[in-house]
């Protein structure tokens, strides 16, 4: 089990970038598979993008490519998602999560939460 605090959101106008980071706690960084997932209010939690240690272990959203970018520092042990090109759609809370090894696509199947960090993006 790892401990994961996100960081990095906050209220930005259409158009502007924000940074998340996702810093785990505990060993054997490298064998987790993080993802972020986002929660708008009324809707379900939704995967974003997700990274293993290799570049085959990757996803990122179709609703997302191309603006959100996923990548890691592993001597931080931290995840960070740069996006870009915010709208008002993209207003939610982002979730950090981490499982072993393999990518998941659904939230349950992950093992390991972050407390969320909120973004909202005003028009």
């Known amino acids: 089990q790892v401990h994961l605090e996100e960081s990095g959101g906050g209220l930005v106008q259409t158009g502007d970038s924000l940074r998340l980071s996702c810093v785990h706690s505990?060993?054997?960084?490298?064998?987790?598979?993080t993802a972020w997932f986002r929660q708008a209010p009324g809707k379900e939690r939704e995967l974003i993008s997700a990274?293993?240690?290799?570049?085959?272990?990757?996803y990122t959203a179709p609703s997302v490519e191309g603006r959100f970018t996923i990548d890691r520092d592993n001597v931080k042990n931290t995840v960070y998602l740069q996006m870009n090109k915010l709208k008002p759609d993209d207003t939610a809370i982002y979730y950090c999560?981490?499982?072993?090894?393999?990518?998941?696509?659904?939230?349950?199947?992950?093992?390991?939460w972050g407390q969320g960090t909120q973004v909202i993006v005003s028009s």
């Open positions: 999560a981490a499982r072993l090894f393999t990518l998941g696509y659904r939230d349950s199947d992950y093992t390991d």
């Open positions: 505990g060993r054997m960084f490298s064998n987790y598979v």
């Open positions: 990274l293993g240690w290799t570049a085959r272990a990757t």
